[in-house]
T-cell receptor, first 116, second 110 residues
Framework: AQSVTQLDSQVPVFEEAPVELRCNYS??????LFWYVQYPNQGLQLLLKYLSGSTLVKGINGFEAEFNKSQTSFHLRKPSVHISDTAEYFC??????????????FGAGTRLAVHP | NAGVTQTPKFRILKIGQSMTLQCTQD?????MYWYRQDPGMGLKLIYY???????DKGEVPNGYNVSRSTTEDFPLRLELAAPSQTSVYFC?????????FGQGTRLTVV
């Protein structure tokens, strides 16, 4: 069975500092990987996705993530955060085409708090 | 574009009552999902559907039922509400791997 572990439940950071949110997954099949962002009292919005190809994926709002198959990781990074990046971030995985992509499995979430 | 629309946004239920959470999408997606979100637990899959007339259980289906009579609609039924069903419920749809989410329904059972 697939699972997703987000290694930090909360990450405090000062404005304009870099940030990394860590995500590891377990799966015996090829996977698709996602990061979603949830602002307070809102639904989830796709930040970026890895389906195939380049392991460095760029998303919206200046975020990027790197797929590392040997370490089964998909860490999210931003070189300089803004106050507006304060939100909860979810890593998610689903089987690749061979496994049938009909279930997204989510991590527990990481709350990013950006301080002035 | 409306995307995925959930109603109601908020609801308070008494223990033992029943209700239906509505979800509709206008993107003609085959896949639809119901998740619940509890603090510190991420999102747990309740039920999903791969097309009209086809549904299947997710991780936490107990106490819930679904139906999918059309491509657009995927209602979630709660029978005999219990305090453990207090949560935020999200409906999502997808054409493939990427899912699009509604704004959520915050349900409190008292």
């Amino acid at each position: 069975a697939q699972s997703v572990t987000q290694l930090d439940s909360q990450v405090p950071v000062f404005e304009e500092a870099p940030v990394e949110l860590r995500c590891n997954y377990s799966s015996s099949v090829s996977v698709y990987l996602f990061w979603y962002v949830q602002y307070p009292n809102q639904g989830l919005q796709l930040l970026l996705k890895y389906l195939s190809g380049s392991t460095l994926v760029k998303g919206i709002n200046g975020f990027e993530a790197e797929f590392n198959k040997s370490q089964t990781s998909f860490h999210l990074r931003k070189p300089s955060v803004h106050i507006s990046d304060t939100a909860e971030y979810f890593c998610a995985v689903t089987p690749g085409v061979s496994g049938g992509y009909n279930k997204l499995i989510f991590g527990a979430g990481t709350r990013l708090a950006v301080h002035p | 574009n409306a995307g995925v629309t959930q109603t109601p946004k908020f609801r308070i239920l008494k223990i033992g009552q029943s209700m239906t959470l509505q979800c509709t999408q206008d993107m003609n997606h085959n896949y639809m999902y119901w998740y619940r979100q509890d603090p510190g637990m991420g999102l747990k899959l309740i039920y999903y559907s791969v097309g009209a007339g086809i549904t299947d259980k997710g991780e936490v289906p107990n106490g819930y039922n679904v139906s999918r009579s059309t491509t657009e609609d995927f209602p979630l039924r709660l029978e005999l509400a219990a305090p453990s069903q207090t949560s935020v419920y999200f409906c999502a749809s997808s054409p493939g791997p990427e899912a699009f989410f509604g704004q959520g329904t915050r349900l409190t059972v008292v």
